[in-house]
C-alpha cells in the first residue's frame, strides 16, 4: 500500500516570509496524483494545490507552490509570502489511478505576527 | 460551488448504540468516501464508493458500515459504538478521473 510521510508534526513561519513543508511517498506506480490540502480551525478541507505524475513542471497557483521530484518520490509546498490567514493544518495526500487516495499525518503551520 | 453536507458537527452517543453520520453532495459525484481524521494520524479511508449501492473497504473498515442507496448519500453506519471510535469523521466526494476531492466540515463524535 501507498504511504505519505509528512515529517514535519509543526511548522512556524514569520507573516511575510516564506516556508517549505515537507512530503514524502512510497509508491511503485508510474502515474498518479499529488495533492496538498489545507485545514484551518473551521475543519474543512480545502484544496491548495495538485500535481499529476506525468507533468514535469511544477504546480503553482498564486502564492503556493510545489516541488515535485518524482524520482526522489518528494513533493513539498512552498509558502511564500506567509499570510495569517495561511495557519492551518496541511495535509499532503496521493492518490493512484484508481479511487483510493492516501494521506500524511499533517504539518500544523502556525504564522507569527 | 460543491457542497458536501454532513448532517452533524457534533454527536455524543453511548457504547453500544447504532450510530448513523450521513452525508449528501449536490453535484451528481460518483465517487464518495469516509474517513476518521485523528491526531498524529492524518485522514485514514474508511469506506469509499463509486457508484450507487457499490462500497468497497478502504483501510480501517472494522466496526464500521456504509449505505449508498441515492447518488446523492452515502451513510457511515457504527453497528455497535465503541470507546475507540470517538474522532472526527469526515465525507468526501468528487467526479471520476483526476478530479480533486470536496469534503464536509466534518462530525466530531464522542461515544461514552
Known amino acids: 500500500a501507498q504511504t505519505v510521510t509528512q515529517s514535519q508534526p509543526e511548522m512556524s513561519v514569520q507573516e511575510a516570509e516564506t516556508v517549505t513543508l515537507s512530503c514524502t511517498y512510497d509508491?511503485?506506480?508510474?502515474?498518479?496524483?499529488l495533492f496538498w490540502y489545507k485545514q484551518p480551525p473551521s475543519r474543512q478541507m480545502i484544496l491548495v494545490i495538485r500535481q499529476e505524475a506525468y507533468k514535469q513542471q511544477n504546480a503553482t497557483e498564486n502564492r503556493f507552490s510545489v516541488n515535485f521530484q518524482k524520482a526522489a518520490k518528494s513533493f513539498s509546498l512552498k509558502i511564500s509570502d506567509s499570510q495569517l490567514g495561511d495557519a492551518a493544518m496541511y495535509f499532503c495526500?496521493?492518490?493512484?489511478?484508481?479511487?483510493?487516495?492516501?494521506f500524511g499525518a499533517g504539518t500544523r503551520l502556525t504564522v507569527k505576527p | 460551488d460543491v457542497k458536501v453536507t454532513q448532517s452533524s458537527r457534533y454527536l455524543v452517543k453511548r457504547t453500544g448504540e447504532k450510530v448513523f453520520l450521513e452525508c449528501v453532495q449536490d453535484?451528481?459525484?460518483?465517487?464518495m468516501f469516509w474517513y476518521r481524521q485523528d491526531p498524529g494520524l492524518g485522514l485514514r479511508l474508511i469506506y469509499f464508493?463509486?457508484?450507487?449501492?457499490?462500497?468497497e473497504k478502504g483501510d480501517i473498515p472494522e466496526g464500521y458500515s456504509v449505505s449508498r442507496e441515492k447518488k446523492e448519500r452515502f451513510s457511515l453506519i457504527l453497528e455497535s459504538a465503541s470507546t475507540n471510535q470517538t474522532s472526527m469523521y469526515l465525507c468526501a466526494s468528487r467526479l471520476q478521473g483526476s478530479a480533486p476531492q470536496h469534503f464536509g466540515d466534518g462530525t466530531r463524535l464522542s461515544i461514552l
Open positions: 453535484m451528481d459525484h460518483e465517487n
Open positions: 509508491t511503485s506506480e508510474s502515474d498518479y496524483y
Open positions: 464508493s463509486y457508484d450507487v449501492k457499490m462500497k
Open positions: 495526500a496521493y492518490r493512484s489511478m484508481g479511487n483510493d487516495m492516501r
